[in-house]
């Protein structure tokens, strides 16, 4: 495939980004804040090397989360996890591979009235897709919610997105995982910023 249909290809993840870019700082009221998760109790639920596995209402996998280590706290509905990795499955798109040094899991009211998981991950996040149009789309960031039921992920903090073409930078992120769309956005000291570089990340 010669350089311009990689570009198209590869790039098409920067085409949704480019529409919706959000030029706002990340102090904005709507933006991801992190709880303040201090818990003074010993947990009720002590476990190594755990996975779980959440279903579609037809039986199919829709997730799996992998830790080496859990804390649930019943009272606080939180559960801790150390090296949490999330196996995110979609009808629509390839899966996402999310992973962190730390995390929990919270249950909270949804945008439609009912309860939804909400995965808070920090210190080192990955998400990866392996994507057949696009090639590897990989976003970092030290921090991110990730709602697996809505197929959605979002921060406030300074992320970097890279594909096959290039890179960009923003203030923070909120991404679509079933459509693919990514809303970036800015801050004073960060502005949305994007290098196409299709030979620094050809594959070998």
């Known amino acids: 495939m010669d350089n311009l249909k990689r570009f198209l290809y590869g790039g098409a993840v920067f085409i949704v980004a480019v529409i919706t870019w959000m030029w706002q700082t990340s102090s904005d009221e709507d933006a991801t804040t992190i709880d303040d998760l201090s818990v ?11 996975e ?10 829709h997730y799996r989360l992998r830790a080496e280590t859990i804390r649930q706290y019943n009272l606080e509905q939180l559960t801790r996890m150390s090296q949490p990795k999330l196996h995110l499955l979609s009808d629509s798109q390839p899966p996402w591979d999310v992973a962190s040094r730390h995390g929990y899991i919270r ?11 909400v995965v808070y991950l920090r210190e080192d996040v990955e ?5 057949p149009a696009n090639g590897l789309v990989t976003m970092r960031s030290e921090s991110f919610y990730v709602y697996p039921d809505r197929q959605f992920a979002e921060t406030n903090q300074d992320v970097m997105i890279d594909t096959e073409v290039g890179r960009t930078k923003a203030a923070g992120l909120r991404a679509d995982l ?5 809303t970036m956005l800015s801050a004073e000291h960060q502005r949305v910023h994007t290098i196409v570089l299709p030979e620094q ?3 070998s």
């Open 201 to 203: 990340f050809k594959k």
């Open 178 to 182: 079933t459509s693919g769309v990514l």
């Open 40 to 50: 003074d109790t010993e947990p009720d639920v002590f476990a190594n090397n755990v």
């Open 107 to 117: 249950t909270r009211p949804g945008p439609n009235g009912t309860t939804e998981d």
């Open 127 to 131: 998400l990866v897709q392996t994507h």
């Open 52 to 61: 779980f596995h959440q279903l579609q209402p037809d039986g199919s996998l």
